[in-house]
């Protein structure tokens, strides 16, 4: 069955400290990788998302993501944190056999503390 | 002007009720879907309608009827409703069923049975 794995359930760190969050998903032909972003009390944006080309994809507020395919990976970063982004980091994968179906990973909640 | 509305936000009512969620999407996509976050925030999908027609049926119980009177707009129903379905129901839409697999997520319903 396809699966989306995020390795910490809970980060927390200080502001400017750099970020990284794991995502692994199971093999399921060709994906199309999302990284969503829920506020606290706020609805799911996107953060960035990878098709194809480039495997360093930029997202908006300073994030970046890598797509290593080798090691089914997509793990987000962003260098230095600030204390508004503190929320919950959802990644997703769209298996295109599957058709427009996210299959999403379980979340990571991210403290900033200022 | 919001793209993806969902009424009410907020929803608390009794074991054995039936209740219903509305969902409309400014954006002119042809495809919606429902979501479920439980309590530990990990989402699932449960329908998707492309152009009114149902695509995706995940397995949720007959309970749960989702209906699309056009394909701006997907209510979600539930009937007798039970404690395991407390959680938020996050309706979303994308451009088309083949493509992107970008979704676009309302700010969710929160639903409490007592």
């Known amino acids: 069955a396809q699966s989306v794995s995020q390795h910490n359930h809970h980060v927390i760190l200080s502001e400017a400290a750099s970020l990284e969050l794991g995502c692994n998903y199971s093999y399921g032909g060709t994906v199309n990788l999302f990284w969503y972003v829920q506020y606290p009390g706020q609805h799911l944006q996107l953060l960035l998302k990878y098709f194809s080309g480039d495997p360093l994809v930029k997202g908006i507020k300073g994030f970046e993501a890598e797509f290593i395919k080798s090691k089914f990976s997509f793990n987000l970063r962003k260098p230095s944190v600030q204390w508004s982004d503190t929320a919950e980091y959802f990644c997703a994968v769209n298996y295109k056999a599957a058709g427009n179906k996210l299959t999403f990973g379980g979340g990571t909640r991210v403290l900033v503390k200022p | 002007d919001t793209a993806v509305s969902q009424t009410p936000k907020y929803l608390v009512t009794q074991m054995g009720n039936d209740k219903s969620i509305k969902c409309e999407q400014n954006?002119?996509?042809?495809?919606m879907y429902w979501y479920k976050q439980d309590s530990k925030k990990f989402l699932k999908i449960m329908f998707s309608?492309?152009?009114?027609?149902?695509?995706i049926n995940e397995t949720v119980p007959n309970r749960f009827s989702p209906k699309s009177p056009d394909k701006a707009h997907l209510n979600l129903h539930i009937n007798s409703l039970e404690l395991g379905d407390s959680a938020v129901y996050f309706c979303?839409?994308?451009?088309?069923?083949?493509?992107?697999?970008?979704?676009?997520f309302g700010e969710g319903s929160r639903l409490t049975v007592l």
């Open positions: 979303a839409s994308s451009q088309d069923w083949v493509n992107t697999g970008e979704l676009f």
């Open positions: 309608y492309n152009n009114k027609e149902l695509i």
């Open positions: 954006l002119g996509h042809d495809t």
